[in-house]
């Protein structure tokens, strides 16, 4: 009987020290509750991986809080970054341990190719050029300098890597230059890609024949260049209980979205007009109205009625509703046809990918503090080092789930210690109870 006490004992011993360890390798901070939003990220690959920020994650994370002026180069536009946001967004891979990343932004100015400029075939309606790169480069803006202005012109964008086979890039743009009023966009954007030859087609229905550009360059795409920026189509309303005809409210699809333009579309006669941009911001004891932006615009129309666009560069707001005031004794004239928030340029989330498994991001948890990681590494290759393209999975982000225990284990660590402990102090006191059974029949 003795000989069977003993070997039950053993074996809650070795069932102690086989209970899975609460930290084996690197611990792992337990995943927070609390997220309100959880999203699928689908790697590019192994390794250096980016990720673009797109209006959902905006609109459920931590906002970004400031923005800081980018590095360009002389004649080029200015950019602005956001910064000091998304604090509580948190990547777990599959066996739910935390991903590190880093929001990475550019360090130095983007670099820009000229070409050589080769005219195009005219029409009637149309006109134009091809810009030729010299050789085949990743580009994602063009830039038009050398046109005699005042003008505003529509175009059509086209680009090649043979100079026979073409595909639109940009079905309709417009740029303009009122040296007058100081209002111009002699820049455009348009998604990455390898190209040699651009080919810029001007509408000429409705304005002059614009002499072949002094200069035109396209931006070179490297391993640190901007994400695509965002707009967002803002529905908008004249407020009808302002005593003013030119008020109007801008609805925005999240509070603290890092909005520093808003762009408006508006037809009607010759217009210059003085517009602001405010919001209902709480302040101690009262609700004032703060000044978010404000410009003086000059609404040209040509002779065949188009529309035009005007900006207004903002400060950040930080709710989600914008009122506009048109000052204006000529407010009736300028009809508002659409508004359009333009949102500042966003860092990329760079992160190390172990595979291809997906990851999940969890964010919308206001009380968590930004994470700090060793990220001196990616750091360094973010700048210089091509990285995989990840993107959000198709799955719309919903409520996020409860966080899974990390793989391998039925119960949390803290449990399973528990457990140890208590097997541990049973086997101690069978081992001892026995040890004096012989002394007390002596």
Not at 121 to 148: H, K, M, Q, Y
Not at 304 to 327: H, K, N, Q, W
Request: charged content about 20%; some cysteine; overall charge positive.
């Amino acid at each position: 009987m003795k000989r069977h006490f003993i070997l039950i004992a053993d074996l809650i011993l070795v069932m102690t020290i086989s209970l899975p360890s609460p930290v084996r390798g690197q611990s792992q901070p337990a995943v927070p509750a609390g997220f309100s939003h959880e999203r699928t990220i689908i790697p590019g690959g192994s390794g250096l991986n980016r990720l673009g920020i797109d209006l959902q994650l905006l609109a459920g994370a931590d906002p970004f809080r400031k923005v800081s002026r980018l590095p360009t180069e002389e004649g080029g536009e200015s950019a602005w970054i956001a910064q000091d946001g998304l604090d509580d967004l948190r990547i777990y891979d599959a066996r739910n341990r935390e991903v590190p990343y880093l929001l990475a932004a550019p360090a130095m100015p983007p670099r820009w190719a000229a070409g050589q400029l080769l005219p195009g075939n005219a029409t009637p309606r149309e006109s134009g050029f091809d810009l030729d790169l010299g050789r085949p480069l990743r580009v994602d803006r063009i830039r038009f300098g050398g046109l005699p202005g005042p003008f505003q012109k529509r175009l059509r964008l086209e680009g090649s890597l043979d100079a026979k086979t073409w595909t639109v890039i940009l079905a309709e743009g417009t740029i303009f230059d009122f040296p007058a009023e100081r209002l111009s966009r002699l820049e455009l954007g348009f998604a990455a890609g390898e190209r040699r030859f651009l080919r810029v087609t001007w509408d000429d229905h409705a304005s002059a024949v614009l002499p072949l550009p002094g200069a035109v360059a396209a931006r070179v795409a490297t391993a640190d260049s901007l994400a695509p920026a965002l707009h967002i189509q803002a529905p908008f309303e004249r407020n009808a209980g302002a005593p003013a005809a030119g008020r109007y409210v801008i609805r925005l699809p999240a509070p603290g979205l890092p909005v520093t333009t808003i762009e408006l579309a508006a037809t009607g006669a010759n217009v210059l007009c003085r517009v602001r941009i405010t919001e209902v911001q709480p302040a101690p004891g009262e609700t004032l109205p703060a000044l978010l932006g404000v410009a003086s615009l000059w609404h040209r129309v040509p002779s065949d009625p188009d529309a035009a666009e005007l900006t207004i560069p903002m400060a950040l707001p930080r709710g989600a509703e914008l009122a506009l005031i048109v000052e204006s004794p000529e407010t009736a004239r300028l009809r508002l046809t659409g508004v359009r928030a333009l949102l500042s340029s966003l860092p990329w989330i760079c992160f190390d990918s172990p595979g291809t498994e997906p990851l999940t991001a969890r964010f919308g948890n206001r009380n968590l503090r930004a994470p700090v990681y060793d990220v001196n590494s990616l750091r360094d290759r973010a700048g210089r080092q091509p990285a995989a393209e990840a993107h959000w999975g198709d799955a719309p982000g919903g409520p996020a789930a409860p966080p899974a225990a990390p793989h391998g284990r039925l119960f949390p660590a803290w449990l399973w210690g528990l457990i140890g402990v208590a097997l541990l102090a049973t086997w101690i006191g069978i081992r001892t109870l026995l040890a004096e059974r012989p002394r007390r029949s002596r």
